[in-house]
């Protein structure tokens, strides 16, 4: 599992994160919600270790990773899919699989493979395929695949959903449902509250760096005045 | 053709070393780095070469291998040197680097014979020892191409923070360009100092940076056989161009520039861009040949919903 506490992430200018705590528990999807700049996507890459966090901590089951190389992190068992669909546009479907099973062995790599073809049928057609071709939904589900390939025990998804047509973004969120079903921890940043709050577990909303509401989607689904006040009227309206 | 051979032996040669100094250059370009390091290895192995042969009368691959070493070591220093730089920044400064070299050998005193450089350094290597060479190094870079070392090179490239949170050092992949480069131009100037028997600070300059850009340009960037094409035709040109005497450097810059213009991936490029066209033709693909080579922008996308709708139900249950 992973427990984020009290992480703070400065910029030149600015302090993106201040204060933010969070936790993703196996099996179950923590949705962090939260408008453009609330410091979403910065607590996640200081979690990944793209950024150093400034000060804070970030626990993997019980290990502290605070501040580790982005690399390392992944082969202690946590991967980002960082946001805007990014592929290897150049390489097949499969090179793309395959580079995500980079830190487990080979016999692992081929069998975790089998898994996410199964998981994942379209991919499989398309394994020979440049991963640049494929339409944005079936790169979602390459990026998902990818991050599977490590065989992850936390998942963190950025934005999965961003730019796909309603009905894709019904799939996508099915998908990222699917992996938290098979037991992975997932950290689900969304900015479509309403769609993420239909998979969600546990909610955390951010506003301007900080955590502003943290508790069961439940909750987060009835405390319409929290949603309301910090994400705009636009993640209430039906 | 034994009298041909004879008679163009240094342009053999010439091409032989061009391709190993142009691929100190197209080894890191691989990797997304922006890198003339190589040039400054050049220096490194062509006054190890000079200085150990003469001095100490070593055999040549002493000579050579002693600089390839010192050089894929000072590379390995660099590359953690300029870690943080990118893009232009790491181009300049890797070309400070070769600059520097050659202001060291230029005021190197005995050692490295000041502006006149060093002379008779003579030596057994032979034609055919550089041929055997370059020919060990192009089918260990040809694999390196392919397989695991190759696809996170490419990954490297196409999008370092990508590749990082995916689990790959990024950086220990740079470090490792950064060495292969360094014993590539090594390797490139020791034997040329041999087969010359001489060197000076004007044969390890500026115009090397130039040489093997161009050869890499005209070439092809993206695999060692874009390098030979260049190496090929930029070591053979002055020759076949005798005739226009001294127009000879416009005629380079105007195929320089057509190239970079039109041809953005080299001739290797245009190579497997026919070679490509061609196998589709004969295929004969219905419909999905054109499809392949459209943008994926103009793909049907209610075509594609549909052939999603399995994975997801099936990732839901």
């Given at each position: 599992m992973l427990q984020i506490d009290d992480l703070h992430v400065r910029y030149a200018t600015a302090e993106a994160v201040r204060g933010v705590s969070a936790s993703a528990t196996p099996g179950r999807i923590t949705l962090v919600l939260g408008a453009n700049g609330a410091g979403k996507s910065s607590t996640l890459r200081a979690a990944a270790g793209l950024v150093t966090p400034h000060a804070g901590r970030v626990t993997l089951e019980g290990r502290d990773v605070t501040g580790l190389a982005p690399h390392k992190i992944v082969r202690h068992g946590m991967v980002l899919v960082p946001e805007g669909r990014r592929v290897f546009a150049p390489l097949s479907v499969e090179e793309n699989l395959v580079l995500g099973g980079y830190t487990a062995t080979r016999e692992k790599s081929a069998e975790v493979l089998a898994q996410v073809y199964e998981m994942f049928p379209i991919l499989g057609q398309r394994r020979a395929g440049a991963a640049g071709l494929l339409s944005g939904g079936e790169q979602q589900m390459l990026a998902f695949g990818r991050a599977l390939m490590s065989s992850p025990r936390v998942i963190m998804l950025d934005e999965?959903?961003?730019?796909?047509?309603p009905t894709m973004v019904e799939s996508v969120l099915g998908a990222v449902r699917g992996m938290a079903d098979a037991g992975i921890a997932v950290l689900l940043v969304e900015q479509n509250a309403e769609m993420g709050l239909e998979i969600a577990d546990e909610v955390v909303a951010m506003a301007r760096g900080e955590v502003v509401f943290s508790g069961p989607a439940e909750q987060a689904r009835s405390n319409a005045s929290v949603l309301l006040a910090f994400l705009g009227e636009a993640a209430l309206v039906e | 053709m034994n009298q041909w051979y004879l008679s163009h032996e240094i342009l053999i040669q010439g091409t032989f070393i061009s391709l190993l100094l142009a691929l100190s250059i197209q080894v890191p370009l691989r990797a997304g780095v922006f890198s003339f390091a190589g040039i400054g290895s050049y220096a490194i192995g062509a006054y190890t070469a000079a200085i150990l042969t003469i001095r100490e009368q070593v055999a040549p691959v002493v000579a050579i291998g002693a600089g390839v070493l010192i050089a894929a070591a000072a590379g390995y220093l660099l590359a953690l040197l300029v870690a943080r730089l990118s893009g232009l920044y790491l181009g300049m400064a890797t070309i400070a680097f070769s600059l520097f070299l050659g202001v060291l050998a230029t005021n190197g005193g005995d050692l490295t014979g000041g502006a006149t450089g060093l002379f008779g350094a003579l030596s057994t290597l032979t034609t055919a020892h550089v041929i055997t060479i370059t020919v060990l190094v192009l089918v260990a870079l040809a694999a390196s191409e392919r397989g695991s070392f190759g696809r996170r090179v490419d990954a490297v490239r196409e999008d370092p923070q990508l590749a990082v949170s995916m689990g790959i050092d990024v950086n220990r992949v740079r470090r490792r360009v950064f060495v292969i480069s360094g014993a590539l131009g090594a390797c490139a100037g020791g034997m040329n100092t041999l087969l010359r028997t001489t060197v000076s600070p004007e044969t390890v300059g500026f115009h090397l940076v130039v040489t093997a850009l161009t050869m890499i340009i005209v070439g092809g960037a993206l695999s060692w056989a874009g390098a030979a094409i260049g190496a090929v035709i930029f070591t053979w040109l002055p020759s076949v161009l005798q005739f226009v005497g001294e127009w000879q450097l416009l005629v380079y810059g105007i195929v320089v520039a057509i190239a970079a213009v039109y041809v953005p991936n080299g001739l290797l490029g245009l190579l497997q861009e026919g070679w490509r066209r061609l196998r589709r033709r004969g295929r004969r693909l219905p419909a999905g040949g054109a499809s392949v080579a459209a943008a994926p922008v103009a793909e049907d996308p209610e075509e594609k919903l549909a052939a999603l709708g399995g994975p997801t139900a099936e990732a839901r249950s």
């Open positions: 999965p959903s961003m730019g796909l047509a | -």
